[in-house]
DNA sequence: ACTAAATTCAAACGAACGTTTGAATTAATT
DNA sequence: AATTAATTCAAACGTTCGTTTGAATTTAGT
């Protein structure tokens, strides 16, 4: 019996159907929650599937994880790295920006990945630290004090604690706007993902402001 | 073999325990991760008694977040009751105050409930919507739409789907400043909840400046 | 002290869980 | 066509899950 998938035909399509049915599960009810039955149900495949395509049922959740935000990590240093080539454009608006848009248009192509990717992120986000931690120090932590220290820059020398708090509270944002259907009362009218990321550009980068220096 | 409890001795006694070990256990793994069993081992009671005293698990839950949610709940009707009592300190950073700092004035006297209630609210907004849902709707949803009307009110007549936007983004923030050892790269180092809690509301109030109409 | 209600307890219920097995089947290689 | 590797499959592994039972025990009321 073969111990993991290499290269195959026709093996990529089970992998994906498992992959994308697990995504909507784990959006829709968590990690605990879901079970590997559920999912191999939902996919139309064989049970034994998942363990032979991911090893386990944490492998399965980093595989669908890593999918989707690799593509935004990317996304998000190619942006930092065209600020620093230009740093007479090296503002806090353009930071702030350069950060979020990747979570928009990262789905621009596929309309069904644009619905599903906030909601992933928004989840992931929620779920025990014990279980999102090893997962989000392979690819966010890196980025993310980068662009600390890009803001901290940009605002003229400010305290790093002081814009690690106002990251923290930004990236707060960013995970509540992903998951608008949210409890938060009444979800706003016109709930485009657009119109709520540039409503959050602006009240944080408002919010920075107070942490600007002349120098 | 009665139903409910209702008025006994030492009964709260097993039902305090009860509690409080659940939200330990639910905050370190979250709702569907801890297990019933588990909670009455922590807890040093029979496992029956679980659902003795809260008819089930979810039973179990409502009232461990009730408990914490509630004085929450009241000092935020109190603080906004006061400050229409004098119309002229309605500002915007006086309502953002007002909907924050009971957060943390509510685990002044309990410095244990001061630790672990930001954790809860933090763990219990990540939980699935499917399951918060009945418990937020009975206890935030309320005050979280008084407080948008106040907002928009203090702020000269603002759009209702700004202010919505913005406040959206204030829970956000508090909901990520209440998950401080969250996943986010380096904690900031001095981090008191009231230092953080300061710099959201300054976050905030600067966040919500666009937003004002001169009216 | 007696009675009745409230609470605790050990034990078990059926169901669902993640994982493993080994044979059957399909695909790739020579 | 023969051989090997990759993949799928039905079935079961042992464990844990939320919940229920009914008797034992403790507490409250008279």
């Known amino acids: 019996m073969g111990t993991r998938a290499s ?18 599960l784990f959006i829709e009810h968590g990690y605990s929650a879901t079970s590997l039955r559920a999912i191999a149900s939902a996919a139309d495949v064989n049970l034994a599937a998942t363990h032979y395509h991911f090893g386990s049922k944490f492998g399965l959740l ?18 930092l790295d065209a600020l ?5 454009k090296m503002t806090v608006r353009a930071i702030v920006e350069a950060f979020l848009t990747p979570v928009v248009t990262a789905g621009d192509s596929d309309p069904e990945l644009r619905e599903r990717l906030p909601r992933l992120i928004g989840r992931l ?3 025990p630290e014990s279980l999102t931690k090893p997962l989000l120090e392979a690819e ?6 980068r662009y600390q220290r890009a803001l901290a820059s940009a605002l003229g020398g400010a305290s790093a604690d002081q814009v690690a708090w106002h990251f923290h509270f930004l990236v707060g944002g960013m995970i509540h706007l992903m998951r608008l259907q949210a409890p938060l009362g009444k979800t706003p009218s016109a709930a485009s993902l657009r119109a709520g990321l540039q409503a959050l550009i602006n009240f944080a980068v408002a919010g920075f402001n107070p942490l600007k220096k002349d120098a």
């Open 125 to 127: 986000f929620g779920e």
């Open 140 to 145: 966010f932590t890196d980025v993310a004090s």
């Open 84 to 88: 620093e080539a230009q740093p007479e």
């Open 7 to 24: 290269l195959a035909s026709n093996a990529a399509s089970t992998r994906e159907r498992i992959m994308d049915a697990a995504e909507d």
């Open 62 to 79: 980093a595989e669908v994880f890593h999918r989707r935000i690799q593509p935004i990590d990317l996304a998000r240093q190619a942006g």
